[in-house]
């Protein structure tokens, strides 16, 4: 053990000590926390989520809502720092009612954006969760920009689960919520990337409808790009249907949609063009 640890471990084993002769319970609150952080230095987690967890019920017995949201975002930054990432998503959630009931929207949302960004890597199905919540927070709210930015991660992330069917409903609300912020270069891409989510779902019929719409919204390359594209599943051209997935723009989209551009299912005689021509998006 260092002498750094050593001084915090004894400095933490103090401030505990002292709580017992506490004014009151946000003063045993502070101590609570400065010792669970002299802890955490000395990288003796397990003590440290303990004072944090005790400082956090202090705050609540005082109704300190703010400080206690503030004490689970420390055990948030525990849980990262011991790799105890499926712990996240409960205390995010913790923190995030708590800054509500304080009255502070913006803080519930950033605390669940901060550890939806913590788990997305490994746990993808637990950020989905706090994304949604997040943007539940903000619509509350009407912040549509933000929310169009929480709603933004929701729908990349259904589509790397593969999650199709709910990334259909996720990509037209974010769509709805571009069109009331009037980010119409937005939309263009979005109608893109809802449609081939759809084509995905061998569904052109909605694919259609979609573009119907929605194109009036897209730039002269993308209208001219879905076109061909619908109308080479129209034909069964895969040749045609091969070269339109593979469009610069699209290869250029978020990676979540430019690798979906892969998994579109082509027309018939797809399997022959995949034979001959690999790829359909290029290398």
């Known amino acids: 053990m260092s002498t750094l640890d050593a001084k915090k471990l004894e400095e933490a084993e103090t401030l505990v000590g002292q709580t017992a002769s506490a004014a009151n319970e946000y003063a045993k609150a502070g101590m609570y926390f400065k010792a669970a952080t002299a802890y955490r230095i000395a990288k003796s987690f397990d003590k440290s989520k303990d004072c944090f967890l005790k400082a956090i019920d202090c705050y609540e017995n005082n109704k300190s809502w703010f400080h206690a ?114 980010s119409y270069g937005q939309v263009g891409r979005l109608v893109v990337a809802l449609i081939l989510v759809q084509l995905t779902l061998e569904d052109l019929v909605d694919a259609k409808k979609t573009f119907k719409k929605w194109g009036n919204r897209c730039d002269p390359q993308e209208v001219n790009t879905l076109q061909n594209l619908l109308k080479a599943f129209d034909d069964k051209d895969a040749e045609l249907a091969t070269k339109m997935l593979a469009s610069p723009f699209i290869r250029h989209m978020d990676v979540e949609y430019a690798l979906l551009s892969k998994d579109v299912p082509l027309p018939q005689g797809s399997r022959q063009v995949a034979q001959n021509g690999g790829d359909h998006v290029g290398n």
């Open 69 to 182: 949201a503030k004490s689970y975002e420390q055990i948030i930054l525990l849980a990262k720092e011991t790799d105890k990432l499926s712990e996240v998503e409960d205390y995010a959630n913790r923190a995030c009612c708590l800054y509500q009931q304080h009255g502070s929207p913006e803080a519930a949302a950033a605390a669940l954006d901060k550890a939806a960004k913590m788990t997305e890597s490994k746990h993808p199905d637990l950020a989905l969760g706090l994304y949604k919540r997040a943007l539940a927070v903000v619509l509350i709210g009407d912040s549509a920009h933000q929310a169009s930015e929480f709603a933004s991660k929701v729908s990349r992330i259904l589509v790397r689960l593969k999650k199709y069917e709910e990334a259909t409903k996720a990509l037209k609300k974010e769509i709805s919520l571009n069109l009331q912020t009037k």
